[in-house]
């Protein structure tokens, strides 16, 4: 549950920031930026590590295996960027 309230949380900072135009400034437009990292990280990435972790080995073929270490890779990255440029942005 904890998982999916975090998702639920992204989506609706991505709602307000895109829908409320009080909202739309260059640190809120990091902060949905943000969000869009993370729930991609939620979406892409957890699911099938989650696979991964309870089997014990990779089941899901090479192709995907690639895609997934190339998402956990790409994904992770930018919300760790996105953190550090609301810091500096601050």
């Known amino acids: 549950m904890g998982s999916n309230c975090r998702e639920l ?3 609706f900072v991505i ?5 409320e135009r009080n909202l739309q400034s260059v640190a809120n437009h990091l902060i949905l ?8 990280v939620a979406c892409l990435v957890m699911p099938l590590g989650a696979v991964y972790e309870v089997s014990k080995e ?6 995907l295996c690639d895609m997934w270490t190339s998402s956990d890779v ?3 990255t930018a ?3 996105h ?8």
């Open 79 to 81: 919300s760790i960027l």
């Open 9 to 11: 949380r992204n989506v």
């Open 83 to 90: 953190l550090v440029a609301i810091a500096l942005d601050r």
């Open 33 to 40: 930026s943000l969000a869009v990292a993370d729930l991609l």
């Open 15 to 19: 709602a307000a920031i895109l829908l």
């Open 74 to 76: 790409l994904c992770c």
């Open 58 to 63: 990779w089941r899901l073929g090479a192709d």
